[in-house]
């Protein structure tokens, strides 16, 4: 009996932490045991449910693109007919081909990416160094010229579009490309993002590059603008579509209809064709292919950039 008590005494003192936690083992469910069936069961109808709800989302903002594709391959017995067609019966590429014959498709593309990129390379250039500017620069008024500028998005657009036409035509850039780009180089929205974005970079890398005796040019476009890659492919998206998509001021300044732009263009057709839709629906998905193309390129950092441009 007393070898048997100088054993266990012995176990103890080899192996004290295991004994111990044998005998202060907490009750309850032990490490690696199941999950409780009720909450699994209800973890995955959420799931089911997010994904019926994202599925029937995505359903609803792809159908308009369907119903186009539909409507530009139709022919116009089966877009004047009774009966609905999910697809056309026939496929009718004379939609295409038709109007890109009769007008000059090809120079109000070309008139379109000129002024898109025009404006697009300038703005995204304006709202950089003018975020840069509001975010990390110390000058009188700065905060006060920050809230003009930002009140301006209250002002609607077709208010400025009378003292704007009356700038361009004092200017002399009616019917020219200039005349569309230069009134809305900078855009109050762009400059919002840009120094909300800027300002969550770190100051001591700026104080640090001054330390060295950077100027702000310098540490603008070899400290800043690096970091910035997010920020500038949201507001390349976001000029090319509004730039590429624009309709009523081109329509204002543009005089010669060689000069007019892609969406100006589609109001041809319209008065052309009358009640053909299936050629206005073929030029539409014609037109939607480059801004599908300058997403695709820069969608990498667009997320990015509209969550961080958020920060502060």
């Known amino acids: 009996m007393a070898a048997l008590n100088a054993h266990d005494s012995r176990t103890e003192d080899r192996d004290p932490m295991v004994t111990t936690t044998q005998r202060h083992r907490p009750p309850g469910p032990r490490p690696g045991k199941e999950r409780d069936p009720m909450v699994t069961a209800r973890e995955r109808r959420t799931a089911r449910l997010r994904l019926a709800l994202a599925v029937t989302g995505a359903i609803a903002m792809l159908f308009p693109v369907y119903w186009m594709v539909v409507t530009a391959l139709s ?3 089966d877009l004047r007919g009774s009966e609905l067609h999910l697809w056309p019966t026939s496929l009718n590429w004379a939609n295409f081909t038709g109007p890109w014959a009769k007008f000059p498709y090809p120079t109000w593309i070309l008139n379109s990416l000129t002024i898109a990129v025009g404006a697009v390379v300038l703005t995204v250039v304006i709202n950089l160094m003018a975020g840069y500017a509001f975010a990390k620069l110390r000058f009188p008024g700065r905060d006060v010229l920050f809230l003009l500028v930002i009140s301006t998005l209250m002002v609607p657009v077709q208010v400025v579009m009378v003292p704007q036409f009356q700038l361009v035509v004092d200017f ?4 020219s490309d200039w005349g569309v780009i230069l009134p809305r180089l900078a855009e109050a929205f762009g400059l919002f993002m840009a120094r909300q974005f800027m300002m969550a970079i770190p100051d001591e890398l700026i104080e640090a590059a001054q330390v060295d005796g950077a100027g702000q040019m310098r540490i603008f476009r070899q400290i800043v603008l690096p970091l910035c890659r997010p920020l500038i492919a949201v507001l390349v998206i976001f000029t090319f579509m509004w730039r590429w998509n624009e309709f009523a001021w081109p329509l204002i300044v543009l005089k010669d209809p060689e000069s007019y732009t892609l969406q100006v263009g589609l109001l041809f057709l319209k008065n052309q064709y009358g009640q053909d839709y299936g050629a206005l629906m073929a030029m539409s ?9 300058v997403f695709a390129l820069f969608q990498r950092h667009f997320v990015e950039g509209m969550a961080r441009s958020g920060i502060r």
């Open 285 to 293: 998905l014609v037109s939607m292919i480059p801004m599908l193309v």
């Open 75 to 77: 022919t116009p017995a």
């Open 172 to 175: 002399g850039l009616i019917g």
